[in-house]
């Protein structure tokens, strides 16, 4: 497998443009947190390969260029920059063994806030914005410290247990989607969700929630047109 040429091909450059936009975008909305965390996109082949930003570099400065290509383990293939050990163990295990394209890992404020809770999360039967991810969230309440080994990223893998976005206890949050522009959208209006949420606790008065069936109803009613996903995301391209 030439892994140079494939990282060099038209269809991998453009997903590691939309990777770069995805990170830049996400230090523009104030969802990045030094030169932490890590976005990643698995390349349609089939291989198991994935996209990946690099170690050092402030999300906002991240351009095509300077994305690297990892193996299923989290070995680097490509790239001009070095890749740091807890984006292999967490991001090639939710690739492999949650089966998602794209994953999005952040230390966003008020979603992060919300794992320092009992509730360990996001309320989806509150805000509008938080209905859309009714059904698709899980709860890791088990904090082990840094993902410093495969161990740790599969563990947080399972218990994803297939869906698009994980709470990790004391740490931060896991958006998953088919495309870059998909999952940014929904790790966007998260992170407005927990915003409501924590705001709407701090006044310290009565929460009204939905029914779980009008919740569904809500969910399905978002899901089932993302169009506004990818106008959100080319508005990004046309301003970043």
């Not at 082990?144 to 161990?151: I, Q």
């Amino acid at each position: 497998m030439n892994h140079a040429a494939d990282f060099e091909s038209a269809a991998v450059q453009r997903l590691r443009e939309d990777l770069a936009l995805a990170l830049r975008a996400a230090a523009h909305h104030g969802l990045a947190e030094g030169v932490c965390n890590h976005f990643s996109v698995e390349l349609p082949d089939g291989s198991g390969r994935f996209l990946l930003n690099p170690r050092g570099l402030l999300w906002q400065e991240v351009r095509g260029a300077d994305i690297v290509m990892v193996d299923a383990r989290g070995g680097k293939l490509a790239g001009r920059h070095p890749v740091e050990p807890t984006a292999m163990f967490i991001h090639a295990a939710v690739h492999r063994i949650g089966r998602k394209a794209c994953v999005l890992h952040t230390h966003m404020p008020y979603a992060t806030a919300l794992t320092l809770t009992g509730d360990a999360g996001l309320d989806t039967c509150l805000s509008q914005n938080a209905m859309r991810y009714h059904g698709r969230v899980a709860m890791d309440r088990t904090y082990n410290g840094l993902a410093l080994d495969h161990r740790e990223g599969e563990r947080i893998a399972r218990a994803m247990d297939g869906r698009d976005v994980a709470f990790l206890a004391n740490h931060g949050v896991i958006v998953c989607g088919d495309r870059i522009d998909f999952a940014y959208d929904d790790l966007y209006y998260l992170e407005r969700a927990c915003l409501h949420q924590v705001l709407a606790q701090s006044t310290q008065r009565p929460l009204v929630r939905v029914t779980e069936e009008f919740t569904a109803r809500v969910a399905a009613q978002i899901q089932g047109e993302r169009l506004q996903s990818e106008l959100f995301f080319e508005a990004l391209r046309r301003t970043l």
